[in-house]
């Protein structure tokens, strides 16, 4: 999964109006609430096979840059 | 020895809330969002004078059953009616049954159910009466702010009533357990009881992502494993009866176990989050429904709050 795969799955699960990019964080992105989180990490595990579940660090990860860092450390992308 | 489900029944608080409340207390919530995520459209909360206790006195009363033949009375909740004494004493008087009853109090809340189950198993085992009661209950709304968008949306109060009885046939249930205490704080409610955190208030608090990821990563495992426990397939259960946590966590339980809507069925969207209760009133209302019947094969899974999980098969 590529950088630019996680922020469209991103804006699809937030079903957001702007484009998300690598700068996106719940602090800029609107529809990026405490709901929304959940949509995220749904479609997240769902895309990875269900390897993020495990990865509690995920649940306070509010910005694209945050999620992609976890996912790199554990070779999850 | 084993055990059979006789009868359930169970009562909701007496006040329906609506949107229409919702809205009222809190103008800038966005109502499409919250009922997309949690499933939940109505739930039920308690008056001053409703406590879980009485919710499960009242549904028990609806049962059929003669109060000699309990032997023991096991009130699952989190939100009893005192810290002591025992609420399941309160619960032996106030159902008459007789005074040589087991009768004592299960702190536990989604997961309750089942563990309840089991424990009355093993009771039932070590005495003669033929009959217990499993009363299953929480008034959590007592505990949540009315402002806090995470937890007021889901979370509604009830009581429910099961009737146990010894049963000859050989065991027929495989249960499973799971606790994973690092997240004890991720659904709590502090300052009511002995430990005083003063930074804290005293109302209930729930991180819905650490609690969501929980579930993912624990209830398909632990399903799985229960049937595998139990020498089942999937295709071998009539009703997959799940913890109503909420839309977006059943969702993703339902997806990855692949099973069909017509096995999984839900009543959340009407009654919420009843926490322990929920999978009894599941049961009552598909019983009532004429879906659940007499020999069919059931999977109940109880998740949250400890965190702690429990699971179990069996022959209805």
Known sequence: ?77 | MSIYIDSIDYQLASKKETFADLKRDNPKWDLDLIVSKTGVETRYVSKTNETALSLCITAAKKLDFNSHDIGACIFVSQSPDYILPTSACIAQEELGLDRDVAAFDINLGCSGFIYGLSIAKGVLSDIEKSKALLLCGDTYSKYINKNDRTCRPIFSDAGSAILLSKSENKNNFTFNFGTDGRGYDKLIVRNRASKIESKFDDCLHMNGADVLLFTMSNVPSGVNALLKKANLDSEDIDYFLFHQASAVVLDDIQRKLNIPDAKFPRNNKHLGNTVSATIPILMKDLEDQGKLKKGQKLLLFGFGVGYSYGGCIFEY
């Open chain 1, 1 to 77: 999964m590529t950088k630019d795969e996680i922020c469209l799955l991103i804006k699809v699960a937030l079903d957001a109006d702007n484009e998300i990019d690598i700068n996106a964080s719940a602090d800029n992105i609107p529809e990026w609430d405490s709901l929304g989180h959940l949509s995220i990490l749904t479609a997240l595990d769902q895309a990875v096979d269900g390897r993020a579940s495990s990865l509690s660090e995920l649940s306070d990860a509010t910005s694209v840059t945050e999620i992609i860092n976890i996912l790199e450390s554990q070779e999850i992308i």
